[in-house]
């Protein structure tokens, strides 16, 4: 099945500043999608992408789909402390999905 | 509207005792799905139903794992005998036969001492 990497594993940013998450594949992947779980939570999905070169906004959150389709990142602008969890991605067709390791965001006042 | 139920939320147990989770889906949700999610292994696919039965178990990790479905509105996965290295956070999640995104419940937090 397809699978994910994703990194960073881990960051750490002061309140108000930038923070992107990065998730690759070896192989094209048919869609994308993000999940938000938030310490001691069940991940929550945040949004969908299936089009190469694909570009969705959610207020602050601005999330991309590679041109080949082999990889997509997540950028939140400004990180508040309500932005802290950990963000997967997650591929697959049909109803079987594959998870990303996951960036575990940390926001420090 | 209720989200996936989940329950218990926390069990803890002695290693040998036999373990069952439920699971209540998105009222018509007709895919269910159970995860387990540990720190060294992140959140894995144990095993998927579509309209009640089972179409995926490759996740389940071995036989004293064992999943149900006996109607569109309830799951059980049960551990028997539970192990250790079986504590985790269960998930169990539901989508509708539409769009790909998956619904969450709030988990299961097993401990087996």
């Known amino acids: 099945g397809q699978q994910v990497m994703q990194i960073p594993q881990y960051q750490h940013v002061q309140e108000g500043e930038d923070f992107t998450t990065y998730c690759n594949s070896s192989t094209t992947l048919s869609n994308i999608q993000w999940y938000k779980q938030r310490p001691g939570g069940h991940p929550v999905f945040l949004i969908q992408?299936?089009?190469?070169?694909e570009v969705k906004k959610q207020k602050r959150l601005t999330f991309q789909f590679g041109e080949a389709k082999k990889n997509s990142s997540l950028h939140i602008t400004a990180t508040q402390t309500t932005d802290v969890g950990t963000y997967f991605c997650?591929?697959?067709?049909?109803?079987?999905?594959?998870f990303g390791t996951g960036t575990q965001l940390k926001v420090e006042l | 509207d209720a989200g996936v139920i989940q329950s218990p939320r926390h069990e803890v147990t002695e290693m040998g005792q036999e373990v069952t989770l439920r699971c209540k889906p998105i009222s018509g949700h007709n895919s269910l799905f159970w995860y387990r999610q540990t720190m060294m292994r992140g959140l894995e696919l144990l095993i998927y139903?579509?309209?009640?039965?089972?179409?995926?178990d490759s996740g389940m990790p071995e036989d004293r794992f064992s999943a149900k479905m006996p109607n569109a509105s309830f799951s059980t996965l049960k551990i028997q005998p539970s192990e250790p290295r079986d504590s985790a956070v269960y998930f169990c999640?539901?989508?509708?036969?539409?769009?790909?995104?998956?619904?969450f419940g709030p988990g299961t937090r097993l401990t087996v001492l």
């Open positions: 139903f579509n309209n009640n039965v089972p179409i995926d």
């Open positions: 997650a591929t697959g067709g049909g109803n079987k999905l594959t």
């Open positions: 992408l299936v089009k190469s070169g």
């Open positions: 999640a539901s989508r509708t036969g539409g769009p790909d995104t998956q619904y």
